[in-house]
């Protein structure tokens, strides 16, 4: 072969395992150009119920915000000297420290929307439909409680809607920069926003057979929508609506069902 040629072709696969390695988001947060600084909080908290976003929101806050040393541990190692931390329990709390200035970010999305997603991961095919729609909304309920109470007693909170920022991570970016005070490296903002859109994450957690698996730092999990054994059964919509009438109210004052009864 041609050296002229062969140098081209080595060339172009090292820029490919070049820009494969950049996008990947286990070791991505190592290519920032700088740790960012909370100006106002020691930690911040990403608490919500599953399927509302956390894991995204977890990993963005974590780019910009972890010190070094705490960027190849594991998602689901819950350490009190981590500035970003994320956790479904409220028990967590319990494991951190008692830091000062505390920002918790509590995802919220459409319980309709949460509660679907949620009964295609179900371990237990054989679930409960009424029991499964109650503790979906009930915990989805929870962290907009806890949220509140937050407010009212002068804490930190940020409530982020999953909608928002699912497929805008532009938008997101935005809004930590108002909320959080910082100004993003171009940069940054280019490689979180490549780096963490679905088609590159798609990439990395195509090997895993059902969502039970997961990238062990970033923790994006496989799939979650598989064979049809994972579909919800239409009567799943006239549960969620039953039990909603009662927690509407609680969900419309952050927009959700407007003009819905």
Known sequence: MNMKVL???QLILSTFIMSNEVLNPETICLQRTKQYRLKDHDQVVVISAPRTGSMITYNVFRFLFESTAQL??????????SIVVRTHLFSDLD?????????????IRNPVDATISRYRIRLNKKTNLNSFVKGAIDQQCNYLNFYEERIRNGDNALLVRFEEFNNNLEGF??????????????????LIITCFKKSNINKYISQFPDFSESLSISGFHGSHIQKDSYSPPNKIYSVINAYLRKVKPLFRKYGYFPSSP
Do not use: C, G, M, W
Request: charged share 25%; proline share 5%.
């Open 72 to 81: 190849s541990r594991a998602h689901n190692v819950l350490l009190s000297d």
């Open 173 to 190: 970016l935005d809004f930590i920069e108002d909320h959080l005070f910082i100004t993003i490296d171009p940069n940054d903002r280019e």
């Open 95 to 107: 494991l951190l420290k008692k830091k000062q200035n505390i920002l918790y970010i509590i995802p």
């Open 7 to 9: 140098f081209i072709l």
